[in-house]
């Protein structure tokens, strides 16, 4: 398709020697040209031009007014601007109302004029994608449920998606602009720094910590963040994304359990003796519904390297940072993460195919990765990694006994296999497979 390039300008002779220089270096260009601007500017509001090329001097109208009243609503076209020798300073006026470029009359040529359209052109071009993909990344976050955040280094949000205004209480335009001592109750702003601190000073890793504060509505609430920073063209950090879980109903449910011993007092997740009694309900409310379940089974990998390199107090940091990042990473109340014993846990998956197993152990291993975990006595990774079984139960007479032996199988495979990897295996199935990662 061949481009439009529209002149104005109030000299015949100039535009005629413009359109020379335009139509020697490009004769497949479709020119217009207007010596009224006013006239120009009701014409190029109707009909789109490719690029335009504006004098300064016009009896009524200069250039700069021109400018500013076309990109009242046209942000799009690119200008360049002619000026005479001597009007630099209005040249770099003409860039900031909004001219793509500025020619010195005296030194206008056919290479440089055409080059410099084709310039305008091509950055007009990509203007126009990285707005419609702006605008496609603004409607994905603002139909993710989840609330979503993000932030310059210097603690001032830049976007928000609608489920972290109602997250707040405020809209965007409220948000945006502002710091959290401005949308926040101290205490909770002064929490929020700090941890942002905390994670501008350590670029690269994840942050994830558990938060209760009370709601626009005076609701006490629980939530989970999840931080990491992002960097600019250059590799420089630039700021912080976040995500926002509301935990509330598990905090709920988890203080109900106390007093009822569910709970490993070390790790903090429920213990042998919940996971004795829950599986078996879950897969008798599974068979009803007619639904599968799924167990992961879960290993640190080399722990007792680790106990022999740190001690036995650092060996319960880590348990305990191992069982946290596993409930962390489970994004369903209904599923459940439990210390099996030991350096072993267990996840429960109601209603959960092989494949949706899989991707919830990746997701596992993934997030242990992250947590950064030093391990220099593993031989595997330098950072403390996980080898998982899965098995599936899905017919009714399945057992929890036959489903937790096949689980174990599949993590004495993983392990067989080199480790910080994950192997899956149905109840009914005697032959070892990989699942597929979905």
Known sequence: MNNIIAIVDDCEDDIFAIKKMILKQNSDYKIVDFTDPED???KLRQDKVDCIILDYYFPLMNGL??????????????IIFLTGQGNENVAAESIQAG???YIIKSEISGESLHNCILKGILKSD??????????????????????????????IYLGCNKAFEEFIGLN?????????????????????????????????????????????????????????????????????????NDITEIKERETELTSKTYYDSLTGIFNRRYFDEYVEIEWKKCKRKNEPLCLIMLDIDFFKNYNDTYGHQEGDNCLHNVAQEIKLSLLRPSDIAVRYGG????????????????????????????????????????????????????????????CLRNADQSLYEAKKNGRNTIRCLSVYDNNQEEGEEG
């Open 40 to 42: 120009a500017l009701v």
């Open 65 to 78: 007014e021109f400018i500013k009243e076309f990109r009242s609503y046209n942000d799009d076209t690119p």
């Open 99 to 101: 001219a793509f470029h």
């Open 126 to 155: 990509l203007d126009r994608k990285e707005r419609s993909y702006n605008e496609f990344i603004k409607t994905m976050t603002n139909i993710i449920p989840v609330p979503l955040f993000y932030k310059d280094k210097n603690g």
């Open 172 to 244: 965007k335009d409220e948000i945006i602009g502002k710091t959290v001592y401005d949308i926040s109750e101290k205490n909770d702003a002064e929490t929020y720094a700090n941890r942002d601190r905390q994670l501008l000073d350590n670029p690269g890793t994840t942050q994830t910590y558990e938060h209760e504060y009370v709601n626009p509505n005076n609701m006490r609430k629980y939530v989970i963040f999840k931080k990491v920073t992002y960097r600019d063209s250059l590799g420089n950090v630039s700021g912080i994304i976040g995500i926002v």
């Open 343 to 402: 350096e072993e846990f267990v996840v429960i998956l109601p209603n959960t195919k092989l494949n949706g197993a899989y991707r919830v152990a990746e997701r596992i291993r993934q997030n242990i990765i992250n947590r950064g975990i030093k391990h220099v006595a593993s031989a595997v990774s330098d950072v403390v990694t996980l080898s998982q079984g899965i098995a599936e139960m899905s017919d009714i007479n399945d057992t929890v006994d036959k």
